[in-house]
């Protein structure tokens, strides 16, 4: 048995079924938890939103990165198309 540091559930959980590091979601109070020890097992409240935050600052950049290849490589289209037209 584990107790989650949220809620304060008793949430049961077989030392042999989890490694160190293993996530897991608390059936009571739904949060996100990482096995700290197995044994006896402990759990610790993982904090998503730092993660979140990194992962969508990366997405960010590589869309930037990623729209600013379509407008060049659009642009080059164009001129080659102009070009045909002009002759």
């Not at 048995?1 to 608390?26: H, N, Q, R």
């Not at 990165?65 to 001129?79: F, I, Y």
């Amino acid at each position: 048995m584990a107790t989650c540091p949220e809620c304060d559930a008793e949430i049961e959980i077989d030392e042999f079924d989890v490694d160190k590091g293993d996530l897991i979601s608390c059936p009571d109070c739904g949060s996100n938890l990482e096995v700290t020890t197995t044994s006896p097992v402990e759990l610790e409240a993982v904090d998503e939103d730092d993660d979140d935050d990194d992962d969508d600052d990366d997405d960010d950049v590589k869309d930037d990165d990623d729209e600013a290849e379509v407008d060049d490589d659009d642009a080059d289209d164009d001129d080659a198309d102009g070009e045909d037209w002009e002759e």
